[in-house]
């Protein structure tokens, strides 16, 4: 079924799209909405950057230009139809009207919804055309045509709507053919258009239907009024699929025992109905209880009272702690129209957030949605939170539930909420969480092919912690997953490529995330600090001085797309090479351990705090002076294998690879019984589908597989080769190469990047010297060197009287660096790791001439402000896949991290971009995807005034359209 959507007066069809866009997306599939604009444009009003449109103009006591819209449908209707349907809001209502006078003309026209519509001017007045009823195709700058129709016979000082009227009833077309079905939105605080005004559009269809909703001149689009749509849409299409079933009937040839039948039919349709067709084979009776029957009044009263005393008792006893939350709309207890308009059918909901000793990153609240017999009846119970699965386990989540609905089944008839929380409060802090992970994951099954190893191979195998895996299938698969990465590099594959397959919930802003791992000592606190430019991670020669993680936000530098960016303005500052400064969150967390993925040190804590990484350094201690624990060596153990950088590399990349491995493993059993269950064991990392999807398929397992051919496929093997590519496409890893400034750093540092290419164990190395980067910060800040981040040379300023030994040892062990490496590294660090994923930069401004920010020209430059505009003041780096749309709604909103302020208000109407270097300009939907060709986006809105009055929806007036929406 296709849908012609009008969009009101003072709107465009990009904004009504925007605006339709919930309709759009409940409706079934089969509907497709297809969006004009109005012919007429309107003058641009004051703060608005496009001009809006309109279905006719008002010339003193005339209407004009309605020929011009008519002709407007007929042209939509012989490129993009014919139409099934017409939705019209406000003036496309009228518009919509006047067309289903014409159904002959409109061919297809069946039904009508139409919402916020007056009756003027009248729609019968609109189709008296010359041509025999087809609009007229002339001059409708001026409206000549229509204007002779309007003025020509008697009224002529009675007014535009009273000559419509009259033409109206003199042509005798006041109603709408009766093949033409219609729903009629209308809204008891409408002021635009009064609710008796759409009644009298309404009264010109035959049985029109008519929801009424409490709101103003909108289409809502709150769940009961969806209801309302879907329920007519519904109608309409089943309409539509009788009357095709009826069309292919009457074509098709009878068989011979229907001919006969037919030839013995009287022509008076008195005859009895054809025999029906022989019913299909009984199937097996199955016993479904019988529905409820409705509460009576006093049942629903009585039910009702029950429980808004408990829930006020609920909100007193939580008055302080802020843990009790009531859901202010009942919830619908079915989709349709009728039980949401029922207040018996009607649910109460509210949450109590839950106690937990644990500490948690974000909070965990018990959900509870009350039947309409409740407390006869059990509520439903829920767990709501933002915790991936290693953080809250689906056995802990079940544990905690299944209290809860236990402490109710013991409470029928009585309250139960208070109970039931009390009870999960109890599960989580006895332990309940530890006991039902143990008891899920005890005893954890072999391995898919451990029983058919060999005795050879099971030799090579590693027992570590009681956990027994294939090491050299392991280390293969890093290899072999190293290799597909490095072959496919350059054919433009990766994130940018699966754009498509990226849910909106993957979209938008990317607030970076530069996870920091190592095992303890190597340098990964000081290197937090020096990328924060803070001091807020204590530091000490000793393991774990790290327990809880640290978190900072820290800056990268953004490759400019020309060398003219250099020269423009950045709001967080550029590099002293002139790269723009980005920011990024920056998280440190405790020293890993051999063994830390089977928990050992503060291994699985620590490992799960990486989850929301989107990259990750590992900070190596290259000079080789401590052990895999992290204790310091000295003397001539300080270079022994133990301390041995490349181990070091090794071995960390393994335990990651371990971690992942290990918490599929232990679901083994689970997943060979439903193999569609192994893409949801990697949806806890924060990975979206399309990149499970590539890492299983680059593996070689396929979910999609029935349960016998998974357990004859899959191998140890292929599991281990899709961590491993899971790995580099979900957590890329670059190595900081630290401690170059300490004796021997230097020459090990050489080695690595001999003998890293071909591992696999890392994408890509930068030396570091994070010590000799805190000194210099320091010694900045205390005034004593002049230092810029990233520069390649400081000056000493002012030297210290006391210890001024100590400060020029200091001096030279930085120059040392400076002068070999061409910096501290600490910068280039932040920078390679975004690049191992790269974010789509863009560059939004309000003139893509003067590059100047958006909304520049409303807010102007003061006398104390800058004597020029910046240019390219802002970049945001953004996830691959993300639209012109989602830039549009982060510019109105703002991020919330708060890294990207609110610049636009109003509404979506029109985006154009170009390339950084000024080339490709062009007009863009919202729904183009951002990338070097519109890396640069003005997006244009017009912003939403309150109605002040129903002149403005006819003659032009400053007041524009109230929003379509709730």
């Not at 419509?164 to 635009?192: I, Q, W, Y």
């Not at 680059?698 to 597989?705: H, S």
Request: with cysteine.
């Amino acid at each position: 079924m296709k849908v012609l959507c009008l969009h009101g007066a003072r709107q465009t069809s990009e904004v009504f799209r925007h605006r339709l866009r919930k309709l759009q997306h409940k409706a079934p599939r089969e509907v497709q909405f297809v969006y004009i604009d109005a012919p007429h444009e309107l003058p641009i009003s004051q703060h608005d950057d496009v001009a809006t449109r309109h279905w006719w103009l008002r010339q003193g006591s005339a209407y004009t230009g309605m020929d011009a819209s008519l002709a407007a449908i007929d042209t939509a209707w012989a490129q993009h139809g014919p139409f099934d349907m017409i939705l019209g809001f406000s003036a496309g209502a009228v518009a919509a009207a006047a067309a289903a006078h014409l159904p002959t003309h409109f061919p297809g026209l069946r039904f009508c919804l139409l919402a916020g519509g007056p009756c003027s001017p009248h729609p019968a007045t609109w189709h008296i055309c010359p041509g025999g009823g087809r609009p007229s195709n002339g001059n409708v700058s001026n409206g000549r045509q229509h204007s002779r129709r309007n003025s020509g016979g008697g009224g002529g000082g009675a007014g535009a709507e009273g000559q419509h009227a009259a033409a109206a009833a003199a042509a005798g077309a006041a109603a709408v053919p009766t093949c033409v079905k219609s729903l009629h939105v209308m809204g008891e605080a409408d002021r635009a258009v009064p609710i008796r005004a759409s009644r009298e559009l309404a009264e010109l269809f035959t049985l029109p239907q008519v929801h009424v909703h409490a709101q103003g001149h909108c289409l809502p689009t709150r769940s009961a009024d969806i209801a309302v749509y879907m329920a007519f849409l519904g109608d309409c299409l089943a309409e539509l699929r009788g009357s095709d079933g009826a069309a292919s009937a009457a074509a098709a040839p009878l068989p011979p025992q229907r001919q006969r039948q037919r030839q013995n039919t009287p022509q008076n349709g008195s005859a009895a109905p054809l025999p029906a067709p022989p019913p299909p084979p009984a199937k097996p009776a199955v016993a479904v209880p019988p529905p409820e029957p409705p509460l009576s009044a006093a049942e629903a009263e009585r039910y009702s009272a029950a429980q808004e005393e408990e829930l006020e008792s609920l909100e007193a006893i939580y008055a302080f702690g802020g843990e009790f939350a009531r859901e202010q709309q009942p919830v619908a207890a079915t989709p349709t129209a009728a039980a949401a308009a029922t207040a018996a059918q009607q649910q109460r909901a509210c949450s109590v957030a839950l106690e937990w000793r644990g500490a948690l990153p974000r909070p965990v609240a018990l959900r509870f949605v009350l039947p309409p017999r409740y407390p006869d009846a059990p509520p439903a119970a829920a767990l709501v939170h933002a915790l991936n699965m290693m953080e809250f386990s689906s056995a802990a989540q079940a544990g905690v539930l299944a209290a809860a609905r236990g402490a109710c089944a013991e409470l029928a008839g009585e309250p139960m909420i208070y109970a039931a929380v009390a009870a999960a409060n109890e599960f989580l802090q006895s332990g309940g969480c530890e006991r039902a992970i143990a008891a899920a994951t005890a005893a954890p099954p072999p391995p898919p092919a451990a029983a058919a190893e060999s005795e050879d191979d099971s030799e090579s195998s590693d027992s570590d912690g009681g956990s027994t895996f294939n090491k050299e299938a392991m280390r293969a698969a890093t290899a072999a997953a190293a290799a597909a990465a490095a072959a496919t590099a350059g054919d433009g594959e990766g994130e940018e490529g699966a754009a498509e397959a990226q849910s909106a919930g993957s979209r938008g802003a990317w607030q970076y995330t530069v996870g920091l791992v190592g095992k303890p000592s190597a340098g990964k606190s000081t290197l937090f600090n020096c990328a924060t430019r803070s001091q807020a991670a204590r530091v000490a020669a000793h393991p774990f001085t790290t327990i809880d993680p640290n978190v900072g936000r820290g800056w990268w530098a953004a490759p400019p797309p020309t060398e003219a960016e250099k020269l423009c303005a950045s709001r967080y500052g550029r590099t002293p090479q002139g790269h723009r400064l980005m920011p990024l969150i920056v998280k440190d967390v405790a020293g890993l351990v051999p063994g830390a993925y089977e928990g050992r040190g503060k291994g699985n804590q620590f490992l799960n705090d990486l989850c929301d990484a989107d990259v990750l350094v590992h900070v190596v201690d290259a000079s080789g002076r401590s052990d895999r624990n992290g204790n310091v060596l000295e003397g001539e153990s300080a270079y022994s294998a133990d301390g041995d950088p490349l181990d070091d590399i090794r071995w960390v990349r393994e335990e990651i690879h371990l971690w992942i491995y290990g918490n599929v493993r232990r679901k083994w059993t689970t997943i060979l019984k439903r193999p569609q269950r192994l893409a949801a064991m990697f949806s806890g990392y924060g990975a979206p589908r399309w990149l499970v999807k590539k890492a299983l398929d680059a593996g070689g397992l396929d979910p999609a597989l029935p349960s016998q051919a998974a357990r004859a496929a899959w191998t140890e093997a292929g599991l281990h080769l899709v961590v491993a590519h899971f790995l580099r496409l979900r957590f890329p890893m670059l190595l900081a190469l630290n401690k170059v400034d300490v004796d021997g750093g230097a020459q090990q540092v050489d080695r690595i990047l001999k003998a890293l290419p071909g591992t696999g164990h890392a994408e890509g190395a930068v030396p570091l010297s994070a010590a000799a980067e805190s000194w210099l910060q320091s010694s900045a800040e205390a005034g004593a060197v002049s230092y810029t981040p990233g520069a390649a040379a400081f000056a000493v300023t002012r030297a210290p009287e006391a210890g001024a030994a100590a400060f020029d040892a200091e001096c030279a062990r930085a120059r040392g660096v400076l002068s070999r490496w061409g910096s501290t590294g600490v910068v280039d660090v932040m920078t390679a790791a975004c690049m191992l994923r790269p974010p789509v930069l863009c560059w939004p401004v309000g003139d893509l001439d003067a590059l100047t920010p958006p909304g520049w020209r409303h807010a102007g430059a003061t006398a104390a402000g800058p004597s020029q505009p910046p240019k390219m003041l802002d970049c945001i780096a953004l996830k691959p896949g993300t639209t012109v749309g989602d830039v549009f709604e982060l510019l109105r909103h703002g991020s919330e991290s708060g890294a990207v302020a609110r610049m636009l208000n109003g509404e979506y109407v029109r985006g154009e971009g170009m390339a950084a270097d000024g080339s490709a300009r062009r007009q863009l939907r919202r729904e183009h995807v951002v990338g070097r060709d519109c890396a640069v986006l003005k997006i244009m809105a017009n912003r939403k005034a309150v109605w002040q009055g129903a002149g403005g929806l006819h003659d032009g007036s400053a007041q524009q359209e109230p929003a379509a929406d709730a």
